[in-house]
Structures are given as C-alpha cells and as structure tokens.
C-alpha cells in the first residue's frame, strides 16, 4: 500500500507580483530544478556524485532533477527522489532558493529539506551516494553551486538575541551559558542601552562563553566591536542594512528586514542570513504591525538566503517555520526551556 506523501508547499504568489529577485533576472532561458536536502535523524545529509555521461560527471550534488512543464515543485521533488533513489518523500520543507549560471545552463535550484521518507535511498541512475556532516565534508569536487548552500545549511535553527538591559548581566551571562549547555549554537548580542565600556565586556564575556561551546557570536551593528573582541561577525539592523554599499570583509553577517525593499538589498550584498519579523505580536513592541505567517512565506517565496522568523516566537514555532519557508526562528525572551540538541540535530519527528 502506497504512504501518503505529506509535502509542505510554499504558499502561491501572483505572477504579477512586483517583488522579483535579482538572482531571477536572467537574459537566457532558466531551467527550473528541485534540490533535496535529505537529513538523517543524525544530521547527516545525502550527496550524490553525478554519474558519467552528464554534464560536470563526477562532482557531488545534492539529489533531484528539472521540473517538468506543468508540474508542480512537491510534485517533482517526489518524482524525481523516487526515479533516482527509490525512496517516497512523507515530510519535506521548502527551504532557499538558488540560481546558478553554468556554460551549459542557467538553473533556479528549488532546494527542499527532506525529513521523512519511506524506504532506503540507492543508486538508481549510477551515481554514487555517500551520507556527510557539516563537520566533515570528506566528498570532492562539489558542484559549485553547493557553496553557499552547504554555508546556509551549517547555520542552526535556533538564532538567541541577549537582553540583558532588561534581565540584568550576570542573570543574563547564566542564561545563556545554560541555553550554551543545552545546545544553542547562534547568538546575537543586542543591548542598544548598554554603555559602551560595559558593552564591551558584557560582549567579550559572551563570546567567551559561547566559543567554548562552539557557538558563534555576532555583535549588532558595531563591527569595529566585533573585531576587538573576536566575535564570529555582525548583525545589521535595517537602517544600517540599507546605508551599506557593500558587504563588511568579515567572517558572518546577518541583517534585520521588514520588508520587499530591505530583503532585497540584503540579498544584493550577500548577507549570510537574514532576520524577517515581527511575525507574531511581541511584548517589546505591543500593538506593532505584524506579517503573520501568510505574509511572510510570501515574502521568501524564491529566496536566496536562510531567513528567521522574528518576533513573538519560541522553540515550539520551529516547525511552523519550516513550514512557511524560514530556516529556523530568532528570538529573544525564550532563550531557555527545552533542548537545544534536539532540534539542532532532528528536524521532525
């Protein structure tokens, strides 16, 4: 008896929407492909090595293949999983969308994350298949167009911001040492009423903290901060975002957006990641407008880099996230309470 597939699609946006991405501005054709990102309970993911005969033979990719006329994205990455792998998708999101120009094509890669699925994945088409972790990549050559994907898929689901303005510092430094503990592995230092000298140690202490569990830092908005005390790089908020011509040479660098315009810009400079809020009414903020989710999936629709959903949230609304486009969530009041490991390493159940 065949399972019933269950795919989490990506909510319709009118073609006549006035928002198109700089990435999908092309003089040639694009060939639209649908890309799995298929994950163990383990965190492993499955790469394929394309098979003699087709172009680039050889390198590693993530499975999948081109939509066909007419067929719809779920549609084709279940096809596809199943002509090349043998396996029925049950559970995937969608995730970032990726177009990369080779001498033989323009593709728009419609990358999935694959969750569940019946059946073990074998070569059905002579490639060869190998499991990795971010970790320890131990497959060579990859497609080039796997770069920055492998870079968004190393970023956790989880993105802490501090408040330590509100909680006080050493309450705060224990928190986040516990949420450390516990298996957050992002955080943003975030404290806008924090004198500068105290800004600078309470930031050090925390970059300490976190680096010691392998976590990384990035300092809102101050790069020569982040610099001086060794954090891991820098988080824009949407004003700075928009007066920036070009990318800082530093390590990670995130942005705040609220809107078309400021995901747009993002994307121009090549930001790592961005943050997209607020989704939900919070308490900082009481009667602000909110994007809900409908809003905000529409808005990723098609977009290059992991977004996190900002604003009213916890880490029960991950999946809710996935389920609407995002990479994972941000937030700032709900830093501790639940585990950490869990969602780093087993997206659904």
Not at 64 to 73: A, D, F, N, T
Not at 301 to 324: C, F, K
Request: net charge negative; with cysteine.
């Amino acid at each position: 008896m065949e399972l019933e597939q269950k795919i989490i699609c990506d909510p319709a946006v009118p073609v006549n929407d006035p928002f198109i991405h700089s990435t999908m501005v092309h003089s040639s054709p694009i060939i639209d492909v649908v890309a799995a990102v298929i994950i163990r309970s383990d965190g492993s993911f499955l790469l394929a090595r394309r098979p003699e005969g087709k172009p680039y033979a050889g390198y590693w990719e993530f499975p999948g293949g081109k939509v066909e006329p007419g067929e719809s994205l779920p549609h084709a990455l279940s096809r596809e999983l199943l002509e090349e792998l043998g396996i029925q998708v049950e559970h995937a999101y969608p995730w970032i969308t990726r177009v990369f120009t080779y001498p033989h094509a323009t593709v728009r890669l419609h990358f999935y994350r694959v969750v569940k699925w019946h059946g073990e994945p074998h070569p059905h088409e002579n490639q060869e298949l190998s499991w990795q972790f971010m970790s320890n990549i131990a497959v060579d050559p990859m497609l080039p167009a796997n770069a920055p994907v492998l870079r968004a898929l190393g970023l956790p689901p989880v993105y802490a911001i501090t408040n330590a303005v509100e909680l006080g510092v050493q309450f705060a430094l224990m928190q986040i040492e516990s949420a450390l503990q516990q298996g957050l592995r992002l955080l943003q230092v975030r404290e806008k009423g924090m004198a500068r000298d105290e800004l600078r140690a309470f930031a050090g202490e925390v970059v300490a903290l976190a680096h010691h569990h392998g976590a990384r830092v990035l300092v809102n908005g101050d790069v020569a901060l982040s610099r001086e005390i060794g954090a891991d790089g820098v988080h824009f908020p949407s004003v700075q975002l928009m007066d920036l011509s070009s990318r800082p040479d530093i390590n990670w660098c995130g942005a705040s957006c609220h809107n078309v315009e400021e995901l747009f810009h993002a994307e121009q400079l090549a930001m790592d990641f961005v943050v997209l809020g607020p989704v939900l009414p919070t308490l900082s903020h009481p009667g602000f407008p909110v994007l809900g989710w409908q809003k905000f999936a529409t808005l990723i629709r098609d977009y290059p880099l992991p977004v996190y959903a900002l604003g009213g949230l916890r880490q029960e609304d991950l999946i809710t996230a996935w389920e609407h486009g995002g990479h994972g969530v941000a937030m700032m009041r709900s830093m501790v309470g639940g585990s950490f490991d869990r969602i780093n390493t087993v997206p659904v159940e």
